[in-house]
């Protein structure tokens, strides 16, 4: 039956339309990560010598096995962040006589097949035959291999649980994100030492093969716990999101129809962007946008680097707001036809998300205020992006999000699911990061970056003075595509 499930899918990607045109473009892609995996081969045949070049006088096979929780930790993360999670159209095999338990896993078991899962192999394979064999012997090095097998799968099963745990139930996600920290902040100050617990425990399975239970029942485990999350969410009533009713006579939107039209379109993103499971789910991430700086300001030596501090404040203060202003179209794509049809002025309509912008970063950047204790260098720096980010980065973003051609389901989205992000949305991110750090390079150079700092500040005030001007252009090229926008959203990819 998995093969049947295999095959049905692969038909419905193939016969997407979407799949002959983005031809080139996966062809492209699939060039630079062969380059990549070339780049993790060599890195892997000759990790023995970089680690003896840098820890001399150490054992290789103890400093590797050491860094291997951390990255095992930095994997979880970016798969949480980056893994899209597997679906499939759970209404079209419901009614058929299939055992629920057999759907169920399949989409559990189908995530091991993932690019995230085949990277590390480039390099845990060569340090295999490389570094591990030599020293251990075939047997033990098969122990060790086996190991980080397990673990990656391990891994696999719990980040896509967590994704879907996080739609539903952030708090608990939340709780997970805090206690983590608080390890590492233990390892930080020297309470625990996670390179040596790695190394002993690696160490171990490599002399002792009864070892192996241990991350066997870790990677069963996790993968029950995923399989459970799906039999207690399989019916799509029981994921979909509860009607709240609409009371009109609330103080709220009594508030928002005082501003006539302006009001009631506020009203309406709002709504919008609560209702929605992957709308929703950004709204609970704000801990983790505003908790960025204390995983660097902590360390002295990335308080020092301005390009840092930059990126930082950047993404402290606007993270939330690049969100909403790179999607600001595509998250109505499903209704985008239904607004072509109804009087609405686009320039007031766009003028409500701006205003909507502004006030997602005003709010972070409120809410970032206490890092002045970590020095005032910080205050003025997160201050001069905030500028930047509502007087420069909220115009570019959304003249941007005009040239969205992706439909975005927000029915079947959750965390940071990448379905509906085309090519612009990625490319509207560069000057997010990079336009910031470019300008004040000079600046540092010639030794005044407090120069540059209040010059990008500018820059943001300049823009919010010229906001009429820049809204307008915006507008216009949103009117002049907006049927091409339109007929991209009605195709389902």
């Not at 047997?139 to 649980?161: A, D, E, H, K």
């Not at 965390?415 to 990079?434: D, E, K």
């Amino acid at each position: 039956m998995f093969v049947k499930f295999i095959s049905l899918e692969w038909k419905s990607a193939k016969r997407a339309s979407i799949w002959q045109k983005n031809l080139i473009l996966n062809l492209v892609i699939g060039f630079f990560l062969f380059i990549s995996l070339l780049y993790l081969l060599l890195i892997g045949l000759f990790i023995g010598k970089i680690i003896q070049e840098i820890y001399p006088g150490e054992d290789p096979v103890v400093i590797f096995n050491g860094f291997l929780i951390f990255y095992f930790f930095t994997d979880l993360f970016i798969r949480f962040m980056m893994q899209s999670l597997p679906e499939i159209s759970l209404e079209s095999f419901l009614h058929l006589p299939l055992r629920k338990s057999t759907i169920i896993h399949y989409m559990v078991g189908r995530t091991v097949l993932n690019l995230f899962n085949l990277i590390p192999l480039f390099i845990f394979i060569p340090v295999l035959f490389t570094l591990i064999k030599p020293e251990a012997g075939s047997l033990q090095s098969l122990n060790w291999m086996v190991t980080l097998i397990l673990l990656i799968l391990g891994n696999t099963f719990l980040s896509t649980y967590i994704k879907r745990m996080f739609g539903t139930k952030p708090l608990i996600v939340l709780a997970l994100v805090v206690i983590i920290g608080t390890l590492f902040a233990m390892d930080k100050t020297g309470l625990l030492s996670f390179a040596l617990l790695s190394s002993q425990a690696l160490g171990a399975v490599i002399r002792q093969p009864l070892y192996l239970v241990l991350p066997m029942a870790w990677m069963i485990l996790t993968y029950l716990l995923h399989y459970q999350f799906l039999k207690n969410h399989l019916y799509p009533e029981e994921v979909r999101i509860r009607r709240h009713k609409e009371v009109q006579s609330s103080t709220g939107n009594r508030l928002m129809r005082s501003f006539g039209i302006t009001g009631t379109i506020f009203m309406l993103e709002m709504k919008l962007y609560w209702r929605h499971k992957r709308t929703r789910t950004m709204i609970y991430m704000l801990p983790i946008f505003l908790g960025y700086g204390l995983f660097f300001y902590f360390q002295p030596i990335y308080r020092e680097m301005d390009f840092m501090l930059f990126f930082i404040g950047v993404f402290m203060t606007g993270g939330m707001m690049l969100n909403y202003t790179n999607y600001a179209f595509g998250y109505e794509s499903n209704y985008f036809d239904t607004l072509l049809t109804k009087n609405i002025d686009f320039q007031q309509y766009i003028w409500v998300k701006f205003i909507i912008a502004v006030s997602i970063s005003t709010i972070c950047y409120v809410l970032t205020i206490p890092y002045v204790l970590f020095g005032s260098q910080i205050f003025f720096v997160n201050t001069a992006m905030f500028f930047y980010n509502v007087g420069i980065l909220s115009f570019v973003l959304l003249y941007f999000a005009t040239f969205n051609k992706k439909r975005m389901d927000l029915t079947k989205g959750a965390a940071f699911n990448y379905q509906g992000i085309g090519a612009s949305n990625w490319l509207a991110i560069v000057p997010a990061f990079l336009l910031p750090v470019l300008i004040q390079i000079p600046f540092t150079q010639f030794g005044i970056p407090n120069i540059g700092l209040i010059f990008v500040a500018c820059l943001g005030i300049l823009g919010l003075i010229l906001h009429k001007q820049l809204l307008k252009l915006i507008n216009n090229n949103l009117q002049s595509r907006k049927y091409i926008m339109a007929s991209a959203f009605r195709e389902r990819s």
